[in-house]
Nanobody, 126 residues
Framework: QVHLVETGGGSVQAGGSLRLSCAISEYTHKSRCMAWFRQAPGQEREGVAGIATDGSTDYTESVEGRFTISKDNAKNTLYLQMNALKPEDSAVYYC????????????????????WGQGTQVTVSS
């Protein structure tokens, strides 16, 4: 069983930055697909950024160049650095992990992920 706990959400003005962290309970996370998703009220959960075993990453187009996903295996932590935030980035952000023990190609499809954190709210004001 993998437990994920997100922290780092909050309120910020447009143009500001936040860094989300996701503490991971299990050591095999080093080789799993990991990703950040977000969900705004009344909208479907959207894949934001993902990272594969080899460190390769993928981003949804709307955050490309502004958000950076990374992981620190020694600290068992996944990060999402968010810069140049926009009001449309406001949502509950979730970290997620796949059930497979190795990740060749990262997915940004929610149904591909088995383990989820409880979410952290990000609010960007104009």
């Amino acid at each position: 069983q993998v437990h994920l706990v997100e922290t780092g959400g909050g309120s910020v003005q447009a143009g500001g930055s936040l860094r989300l962290s996701c503490a991971i309970s299990e050591y095999t996370h080093k080789s799993r697909c990991m990703a950040w998703f977000r969900q705004a009220p009344g909208q479907e959960r959207e894949g934001v950024a993902g990272i594969a075993t080899d460190g390769s990453t993928d981003y949804t187009e709307s955050v490309e160049g502004r958000f950076t996903i990374s992981k620190d295996n020694a600290k068992n932590t996944l990060y999402l650095q968010m810069n140049a935030l926009k009001p449309e980035d406001s949502a509950v952000y979730y970290c997620a992990a796949e059930s497979y023990s190795y990740c060749y190609t990262v997915s940004l499809v929610a149904n591909d992920y088995t383990y989820w954190g409880q979410g952290t709210q990000v609010t960007v004001s104009s």
